[in-house]
């Protein structure tokens, strides 16, 4: 079995997300909904489907755009059962203009909600990584950590594994000129990684440069296998245990 940790299933990227869903029947996924536009859908998907969870939340982009009012919004449906996360949230710093104040204070106010609500926190950072570690700091060892895509050097993987953080790897790590990820994966142990496909995005080889799915999340197991001298069982069952105790699934 395996857990897709994070994907986005929308009917707007999907013409056929019904086919892609079948095809992972034997397993789990975990959609994420990051704009208020999406979260509805997302509630409606993950009623639909038992071996479908979801996770919340305002996505940095939307640092510019949301209201204080809206967070009240995201509480209402963080009672949801099925909604064992907040994310994505986090920083990005990559485009210029952001303002990275309103960044931190929509981060930091979703954090606040996710030790209220008991719930775990998928992280998506770019180009923050000393920022994203001194925010989160505080919140260690209280709320679940994960940092979504995980994109940084090794030696910040250390800083974040020793806060309790798990590293979402995905597609990126089959990329034949990837080097970083593949040399994280081999240094730390089993117990730091959970498996994602960030679908429909980041494909994996050889199903690079079509629309990502949650199926292809056994050509990163296989390479996770590879790199670490595994069987790719001991991968899924290893990483499975790790996404059930991080988003404390009734599975
Ligand atoms: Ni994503």
């Not at 990584?129 to 994109?151: E, G, M, Q, W």
């Not at 309790?164 to 995905?170: A, D, F, R, S, Y």
């Not at 590879?226 to 499975?240: A, D, I, P, S």
Request: hydrophobic share 35%; aromatic share 10%; charged share 30%.
């Amino acid at each position: 079995m395996v857990i897709d940790t994070h994907c986005h299933l929308e009917k707007e990227q999907y013409e056929n997300l019904e086919e892609i869903i079948e095809k992972m029947k034997d397993h789990y996924m975990i959609s994420s909904a990051c704009s208020k536009e999406t979260f509805q859908e997302l509630i409606d998907l993950i009623k639909d489907y038992p071996n479908i969870y979801g996770t919340i939340g305002f996505h940095p982009e939307e640092a510019g755009k949301y209201q204080k009012e809206d967070l009240l919004l995201l509480e209402k449906y963080l009672e949801n059962k099925k909604i064992v996360g907040i994310g994505e949230i986090g920083l990005d710093y990559h485009y210029e203009g952001i303002n990275k104040e309103k960044q931190k204070e929509l981060f930091l106010s979703q954090l606040d909600l996710a030790l209220k609500y008991k719930k775990a926190v998928v992280i998506h950072s770019r180009d923050a990584a000393l920022d994203t570690y001194n925010l989160l700091k505080p919140y260690a060892f209280k709320i679940p950590i994960v940092l979504h895509c995980y994109s940084y050097s090794k030696e910040m993987a250390e800083k974040f594994i020793e806060l309790g953080c798990k590293l979402g790897i995905g597609g990126v790590l089959t990329f034949k000129n990837e080097k970083k990820l593949k040399e994280i994966v081999k240094e730390f142990s089993l117990e730091n990684f959970l498996l994602e496909t960030d679908s429909p995005y980041l494909s994996p080889e050889p199903k690079r440069g079509i629309k990502n799915e949650p199926s292809h999340i056994f050509y990163v197991a296989q390479k996770m296998a590879e790199l670490k001298g595994l069987k790719e069982e001991e991968v899924l069952n290893q990483t499975t245990s790790n996404a059930i105790a991080q988003f404390d699934l009734p599975i």
